[in-house]
């Protein structure tokens, strides 16, 4: 099922690639650079942290080059016509696609993450940008993409169960990201999705908090524990908000007006649906109770935990208007509903879920709710 899902993924990209002239398309993993388009075209997944592999697709075959110390496992795990022994070309990748890509001349890259010494390494070629081909083939998952989404989700949901019985303020932020982290893992998790964010009082203020959990104990007032799973690649990511205490007006309001725009959010989920329009619906409440929205409402998931669609706000401006497209919900896209306030000297929330689109609407994956101590 999985390996007849890569050559489907394969088969479709060609078309994207015959559409766009193109003899090849490079993608390349080299350790800080990531670019999980190596697994989801050949199903060959590799750490984030010192992963080295090659991907060269032509409108023939598709050629994995793998880092020496993973060949054994390539040949047994990975979906490619071709999988090169590096060792066999001195160890360098330059010579290999010197030799592979000798007659094509026009190639599609990654061009936020591709590494410039190697396109001047690769002279006489000319280099096209097909993120955004990649980005929408991916944002419609595949059914054995769903699944593993779901094993993902069904991790995390754990890690919500956790927080229920863990969350005092008689534990550290630290203690309990730690407890979280370990748990998630037990569960079944080959790793977390992202460093786990824990902040509580004035520091929930923080959408990105630096250190992202602290030393000291879970405070009173607003708080946030934001912390996903990766299983088998693919990713989940919950927040899941919370209070101890007695609340002030100020942070009540925070509360009720992030629940409100939650629920609007999910109650506007349908197919072909432009994300900008449902990211216009719940501004328009955030800003109406008197809050900014300093955030985009959600984002997709997948083998990134930042992927397509992005459920943001339609430019405002002529220049920002030049090249943008408009997004449309459609089935099997996957993706966060995450609506938040944040509030300096006074605290924040977030409330985040992970959906699936299926026909009739939106299913929600994720449990995280509100807790209140």
Not at 258 to 276: A, F, N
């Amino acid at each position: 099922m999985f390996i007849l899902s890569v050559k489907i993924k394969l088969e479709v990209f060609r078309e994207e690639m015959e559409k766009n002239s193109l003899d090849a398309s490079i993608f390349l993993c080299s350790s800080p650079i990531h670019d999980s388009n190596i697994q989801y075209f050949t199903g060959f997944q590799q750490t984030r942290f010192w992963a080295f592999s090659c991907l060269v697709i032509t409108p023939e075959k598709s050629l994995l080059i793998p880092s020496r110390l993973e060949y054994d496992r390539a040949l047994r795990e990975a979906e490619a016509d071709e999988i090169i022994n590096i060792k066999d070309y001195d160890n360098s990748l330059t010579k290999i696609l010197k030799e592979k890509l000798r007659d094509e001349k026009k190639i599609g890259i990654i061009e936020s993450i591709f590494p410039y010494r190697l396109t001047r390494k690769l002279k006489n070629k000319e280099f096209r940008n097909v993120s955004d081909i990649t980005e929408e083939l991916r944002s419609i998952k595949t059914q054995g993409e769903i699944e593993l989404i779901k094993k993902s989700c069904k991790i995390a949901n754990h890690g919500v169960k956790v927080v229920q019985e863990n969350l005092s303020k008689n534990i550290t932020e630290k203690e309990i990201a730690i407890i979280i982290e370990q748990e998630l893992i037990r569960k079944g998790a080959d790793e977390i999705s992202f460093p786990t964010i824990v902040t509580s009082g004035k520091r929930s203020a923080y959408v990105h908090p630096e250190p992202s959990f602290s030393e000291k104990k879970i405070q009173e007032g607003l708080g946030l524990i934001d912390f996903g799973a990766r299983y088998k690649g693919y990713c989940s990511d919950i927040t899941v908000p919370f209070s101890i205490g007695n609340l002030s007006k100020k942070q009540k309001e925070i509360v009720n007006t992030v629940q409100k725009t939650y629920e609007k959010s999910i109650e506007s989920l349908e197919i072909g649906k432009p994300t900008w329009k449902i990211y216009d619906i719940t501004e328009k409440i955030t800003e109406g109770d008197g809050f900014e929205a300093k955030h985009s409402l959600g984002h997709g998931l997948g083998l990134d935990v930042h992927e397509s669609p992005n459920l943001s706000p339609k430019p405002k401006t002529e220049d920002g208007l030049k090249g943008w497209e408009e997004t449309l919900l459609k089935e099997n896209m996957v993706f966060t509903i995450e609506p938040g306030i944040y509030v300096p000297e006074i605290g924040g929330s977030r409330l985040e879920n992970d959906v699936l689109m299926v026909k009739n609407g939106p299913e929600i994956l994720t449990k995280s709710e509100f807790i209140e101590l």
